[in-house]
């Protein structure tokens, strides 16, 4: 079985300040590894994922994600953040095998407040 | 857009009212999925399918029930629904073959009073 731990539950900062959203998880499999985003009374979109190779995945909005095994993390980065960034970030992962079941295993979720 | 059409997008019932939530795809992807949200717990796995008629548990699924009689419909059902229940209920489809990627509906907002 697969956790995910986001440490966060509220981060608030300023427009153009660098942010980071900090993701653990657990599982006794690879992994692949997902950060989506929920705007207010919207469904979940996809910002970025790790299947493999580079460890740092580059996402869409300007998003970064470096997967580290050793630490068992997958922290979102963004050099400079905007307005239109606030919303709640969702990390999860899922067995990298084919289990037959293909479910993600999500975290509490991270709500980023930017302020102007 | 994904093709994933949920309804109702919202819904206010009684407690021990019987409530189904509809979730239907124009993919024709074999998993579907359903999973509430609610604060502070992200979003949890109740029910998923692999296909028309094969259907499993998640991590919460006490006091749901669901069914795929038809590749693009997928129905989440509460037979007696309780103030517990009350949450956002997400619809989701398996996107890519083995990457583990979903994509999701807008979600249905229940209350249950």
């Known amino acids: 079985a697969q956790s995910v731990t986001q440490l966060d539950s509220q981060v608030p900062v300023f427009e153009e300040a660098p942010v980071e959203l900090r993701c653990n998880y657990s599982s006794s499999v690879s992994v692949y590894l997902f950060w989506y985003v929920q705007y207010p009374n919207q469904g979940l979109q996809l910002l970025l994922k790790y299947l493999s190779g580079s460890t740092l995945v580059k996402g869409i909005n300007g998003f970064e994600a470096e997967f580290n095994k050793s630490q068992t993390s997958f922290h979102l980065r963004k050099p400079s953040v905007h307005i239109s960034d606030t919303a709640e970030y969702f990390c999860?992962?899922?067995?990298?095998?084919?289990?037959?079941?293909?479910?993600?295993?999500f975290g509490s979720g991270t709500r980023l407040q930017v302020q102007p | 857009d994904a093709g994933i059409t949920q309804s109702p997008r919202h819904k206010v019932t009684e407690t021990g009212t019987p409530v189904t939530l509809r979730c239907h795809q124009t993919e024709n992807h074999r998993y579907m999925y359903w999973y509430r949200q609610d604060p502070g717990h992200g979003l949890r796995l109740i029910h998923y399918s692999y296909g028309v008629k094969d259907t499993d548990k998640g991590e919460v699924s006490d006091g749901y029930s669901v069914s795929r009689s038809k590749t693009e419909d997928f129905l989440l059902t509460l037979e007696s629904a309780t103030s517990s229940q009350t949450s956002v209920y997400f619809c989701?489809?398996?996107?890519?073959?083995?990457?583990?990627?979903?994509?999701f509906g807008e979600g249905s907002r229940l209350t249950v009073l």
């Open positions: 999860a992962v899922s067995p990298s095998m084919d289990t037959g079941r293909r479910a993600l295993t």
């Open positions: 989701a489809i398996s996107a890519g073959r083995d990457t583990g990627e979903l994509f």
